[in-house]
Antibody
Framework: QLQLQESGPGLVKPSETLSLTCTVS??????????WGWIRQPPGKGLEWIGS???????DYNSSLKSRVTISVDTSKNQFSLRLTSVTAADTAVYYC??????????????WGQGTMVTVSS | DIQMTQSPSTLSASVGDRVTITCRAS??????LAWYQQRPGKAPKLLIY???SLESGVPSRFSGSGSGTEFTLTISSLQPDDFATYYC?????????FGQGTKVEIK
């Protein structure tokens, strides 16, 4: 069955760039029925959608982060990645990657990674 | 951005109770709404999509209803595994937005 796994540094210094990768196993990232998203959750708080990408490379971003976010896809490695620049303590969160079914108009994020905690601190 | 407001923020209930959580959108999202369950330290789990469609493998005690701006998630008979936090999410308009969450606690 399809699984997602986030990877990347758990500690990032303020003003630097946060980089995470999500590896898709048990299925193809090129499946046109899905897009692939990043969602984050600050400690003790709710969920925030960061952005999503299709296998083609088309992206949609949360406008609140758009100037700092880049999501990319590498179909040869079955991975997609998140870059968030100029981070501050407010970017400290658990970062999840997830698969969204786009068929039939959309059916939600139905598979999630386990999440990875990223702390922004000097 | 569309704001999603859930009520209540916290709900105390007992095993066997019928539980209803409400999610209101600041403008119509048609039926493009999902519900998720999140247990502490775990990733969210999709329960309901398109407002009322039950995700495969989710127990039938969970149901969703509504359209436009008002939606409900109902658990017909609360089970021990159901004590968790529940989130709604609209995916009609970018940016996709989540409600603030409703924590279901043991009474």
């Amino acid at each position: 069955q399809l699984q997602l796994q986030e990877s990347g540094p758990g500690l990032v210094k303020p003003s630097e760039t946060l980089s995470l990768t999500c590896t898709v196993s048990g299925g193809s990232i090129s499946d046109t029925s899905y897009n692939w998203g990043w969602i984050r959750q600050p400690p003790g708080k709710g969920l925030e959608w960061i952005g999503s990408i299709y296998y083609s490379g088309d992206t949609d971003y949360n406008s609140s982060l758009k100037s700092r976010v880049t999501i990319s896809v590498d179909t040869s490695k079955n991975q997609f990645s998140l870059r968030l620049t100029s981070v501050t303590a407010a970017d400290t969160a658990v970062y999840y990657c997830a698969r969204f079914m786009v068929s039939f108009g959309g059916r939600g994020f139905n598979i999630w990674g386990q999440g990875t905690m990223v702390t922004v601190s000097s | 951005d569309i704001q999603m407001t859930q009520s209540p923020s916290t709900l105390s209930a007992s095993v066997g109770d019928r539980v209803t959580i409400t999610c209101r959108a600041s403008q119509s999202v048609s039926s493009w709404l999902a519900w998720y369950q999140q247990r502490p330290g775990k990733a969210p789990k999709l329960l309901i999509y398109k407002a009322s469609s039950l995700e495969s493998g989710v127990p039938s005690r969970f149901s969703g209803s509504g359209s436009g701006t008002e939606f409900t998630l109902t658990i017909s008979s609360l089970q021990p595994d159901d004590f968790a936090t529940y989130y709604c999410q609209q995916y009609n308009f970018y940016p996709w937005t989540f409600g603030q969450g409703t924590k279901v606690e043991i009474k």
